[in-house]
T-cell receptor, first 114, second 115 residues
Framework: SQTIHQWPATLVQPVGSPLSLECTVEGTSNPNLYWYRQAAGRGLQLLFYSVGIGQISSEVPQNLSASRPQDRQFILSSKKLLLSDSGFYLC?????????????FGPGTRLLVL | AQTVTQSQPEMSVQEAETVTLSCTYDTSESDYYLFWYKQPPSRQMILVIRQEAYKQQNATENRFSVNFQKAAKSFSLKISDSQLGDAAMYFCAYSSGGGADGLTFGKGTHLIIQP
């Protein structure tokens, strides 16, 4: 069965510091991968998605970036964090070409920028 | 652009009773997918149920069922025999399908189960 991991689970960072959040998927090949952000009391906002190694699409302009160095690894980064980057970050995977378009989510990372 | 609207920020139901959560969406597509996700206090998003727009039959998963009204662009979730473990945020989500686009989410409904 497929499993999705995210780390760290919680992160407290000062403004202006760099960021690296990691997501890995097990049990499937060539998945579509997604990064979402959830601000307090809000729904999820799609940040990036990837259909393959090195292929990244950005949905929202911001100071965040994403990379996919391996088939089942998706990384969210920032060179300098802003206060507004605080939130809950969720990674999701979807079976590429799957008929039901279902996305499955990881446990998430809580980021607090001070 | 597609939008998803959940007009009930919070709902409360007595344990063992039935509750319906509302969701409407806006799209110009004819084929798409709709989902309900549950987010408990742990905050992990858990798939509850999904519906393909080309299917007229409403999806059902044990105590969870949907009322899909394509013409009205309405997709409500009914939870029967509510249990304490059903307490969570519930999000309605839309996917245009046929590609790798992400999901469009509503703002969520906080469901409270009264013992």
């Amino acid at each position: 069965s497929q499993t999705i991991h995210q780390w760290p689970a919680t992160l407290v960072q000062p403004v202006g510091s760099p960021l690296s959040l990691e997501c890995t998927v097990e049990g499937t090949s060539n998945p579509n991968l997604y990064w979402y952000r959830q601000a307090a009391g809000r729904g999820l906002q799609l940040l990036f998605y990837s259909v393959g190694i090195g292929q990244i699409s950005s949905e929202v302009p911001q100071n965040l970036s994403a990379s996919r160095p391996q088939d089942r690894q998706f990384i969210l980064s920032s060179k300098k964090l802003l206060l507004s980057d605080s939130g809950f970050y969720l990674c999701a995977w979807q079976l590429a070409g799957g008929p039901q378009e279902t996305q499955y989510f990881g446990p998430g990372t809580r980021l607090l920028v001070l | 652009a597609q939008t998803v609207t959940q007009s009930q920020p919070e709902m409360s139901v007595q344990e063992a009773e039935t509750v319906t959560l509302s969701c409407t969406y806006d799209t110009s597509e004819s084929d798409y997918y709709l989902f309900w996700y549950k987010q408990p206090p742990s905050r992990q998003m858990i798939l509850v149920i999904r519906q393909e727009a080309y299917k007229q039959q409403n999806a059902t998963e044990n105590r969870f069922s949907v009322n899909f009204q394509k013409a009205a662009k309405s997709f409500s979730l009914k939870i029967s025999d509510s249990q304490l473990g059903d307490a969570a945020m519930y999000f309605c989500a839309y996917s245009s399908g046929g590609g790798a686009d992400g999901l469009t989410f509503g703002k969520g409904t906080h469901l409270i189960i009264q013992p």
